[in-house]
Nanobody, 126 residues
Framework: QVQLVETGGGLVQTGGSLRLSCAAS????????MAWFRQAPGKEREFVAT????????YYHDSVKGRFTISRDNAKNTLYLQMNSLKPEDTAVYYC???????????????????WGQGTEVTVSS
């Protein structure tokens, strides 16, 4: 059974940093396009960032570009999201997700992604 387990969320002040991790099991991690989505209270889940199977290619939502960095370690079956210069509007539950489809900048819809983690909560105080 495929499992994606996110960790690293928490409470941080505006301008602070957090690093999220997503540990994957029971899938051939290196063959999956990976991504982070987030869902703020009362809002729909939205795309944050995606990374290709090799980790060479990445794509970000405009709202996090220059502040967030997505990366992966295929040897450790782990996906990361380094979040810097955090803002109150970054407050959300962050989800790790995996897609068997090839990477593309169009992979911003939830429909491409087959497996989801349970989420980790990030709260940015003002």
């Amino acid at each position: 059974q495929v499992q994606l387990v996110e960790t690293g969320g928490g409470l941080v002040q505006t301008g602070g940093s957090l690093r999220l991790s997503c540990a994957a099991s029971a899938l051939t991690f290196s063959t999956y396009t990976m991504a982070w989505f987030r869902q703020a209270p009362g809002k729909e889940r939205e795309f944050v960032a995606t990374i290709s199977r090799s980790g060479v290619s990445t794509y970000y939502h405009d709202s996090v570009k220059g502040r967030f960095t997505i990366s992966r370690d295929n040897a450790k079956n782990t996906l990361y999201l380094q979040m810097n210069s955090l803002k109150p509007e970054d407050t959300a539950v962050y989800y790790c997700t995996a897609s068997p489809s090839a990477w593309s900048t169009s992979r911003t819809s939830q429909t491409y992604y087959a497996y989801w983690g349970q989420g980790t909560e990030v709260t940015v105080s003002s």
